[in-house]
């Protein structure tokens, strides 16, 4: 079974710009998590979304969006880039059935931004 | 509010050194527990997971971590690292929702 794939791996952007970032789960997975790591904060929660549905969502600005498709296929948005805004960006998919207990995520990759 | 924290943030040994990794948690509810290891170059994988049953838990690659509930510690052991266990250790608590919280991670570097 193929993993979680990320595109692109690397993108390079300046201040202002907009980004979308594209993220295909395992198949049969439904929930679609993304992720921003940098070194000074670590490994933070951006959203999740489930069955094309956001689910929960972590503490960032509005300018960090996403959306689901009836594929479970997921994209990220970054509006109005900021310098803060480089990092690494991880989607994790699961089966993200509702209620479930025994949940793992898998992680792709991840997509490296760089903004200038 | 929900919180992971991992109080090693760079521990470096020689191989064959025993490893301790510490990881604690503030959750209210009922937790499920994840180590993920990324090593140099690579994405996150999973180590091992803490549902229910037997706190102590054994992973892959010879690692396992122990579940203390009345501690909110769940602490990744292994006996003897080796210079391939050189990487970035998260641990992760799973809450309601399948909302997960990562520490910051503790990057281990294990001299030849």
């Known amino acids: 079974k193929a993993g979680v794939t990320q595109t692109p791996r690397y993108l390079i952007k300046t201040r202002g710009q907009q980004v979308t970032l594209s993220c295909s789960p395992i198949?049969?997975?439904?929930?679609v998590s993304w992720y921003q790591q940098t070194p000074g904060q670590g490994l933070q929660f951006l959203f999740e979304y489930f069955s094309e549905t956001q689910r929960n969502k972590g503490n960032f600005p509005g300018r960090f969006s996403g959306r689901q498709f009836s594929n479970s296929r997921s994209e990220m948005n970054v509006s109005t880039l900021e310098l803060g805004d480089s990092a690494l960006y991880l989607c994790a998919s699961s089966l993200g059935a509702s209620g479930a207990v025994q949940e793992t995520q898998y992680f792709g990759p991840g997509t490296r931004l760089l903004v200038l | 509010a929900q919180s992971v924290s991992q109080h090693n943030h760079h521990v470096i040994l020689s191989e064959a050194a025993s490893l301790e990794l510490g990881c604690n948690y503030s959750y209210g509810g009922t937790v499920n527990l994840f180590w993920y290891v990324q090593y140099p170059g690579q994405h996150l994988q999973l180590l091992l997971k803490?549902?229910?049953?037997?706190?102590l838990v054994k992973g892959i690659k010879g690692f396992e971590a122990e579940f203390i509930k009345s501690k909110f510690s769940f602490n990744l052991r292994k006996p003897s690292v080796q210079w391939s266990d050189t990487a970035e250790y998260f641990c992760a608590v799973m809450g309601n929702f399948n909302k997960f919280y990562f520490g910051s991670g503790t990057k281990l570097n294990v001299k030849p």
């Open positions: 198949s049969g997975h439904r929930s």
């Open positions: 803490y549902f229910s049953g037997d706190p």
